[in-house]
């Protein structure tokens, strides 16, 4: 089953890195990277896999940061990532 989960502001410098550098220790790789401006709206889309899962990572202005995949792919990411957050906070 399919699963999108809004991870914060699309602005948040600090998740964004923590998130590039969570999915880079799972070793996920980089299939397709793009972005469009659309009016006042900027969508920064990655479509990564890991495995043989494919997870979309989506930037949108009003929107957030999110993660689009398998749920039990993305609560796996979302954990790893809340984890390396809790870890940079201390």
């Known amino acids: 089953m399919k699963k999108k989960l809004v991870l914060g ?3 948040d410098e600090k998740l964004r890195q923590a998130l590039t550098d969570c999915l880079a220790a799972l070793g996920a ?3 397709v990277q793009q972005w469009g401006l659309g009016g006042s709206q900027l969508l ?3 479509k990564i896999y890991l495995g043989r899962n494919m997870l979309v990572i989506e930037a949108e ?3 957030g940061l999110s993660i689009t995949g398998e749920s039990r792919i993305v609560d796996g990411v979302a954990a790893a990532l809340a984890a390396k957050l809790e870890v940079a906070n201390e």
Do not use: L, M, N
Request: overall charge negative; aromatic content about 8%.
């Open 29 to 31: 790789d980089v299939a």
């Open 61 to 63: 202005t009003y929107v």
């Open 44 to 46: 920064e889309t990655r």
């Open 9 to 11: 502001d699309e602005h």
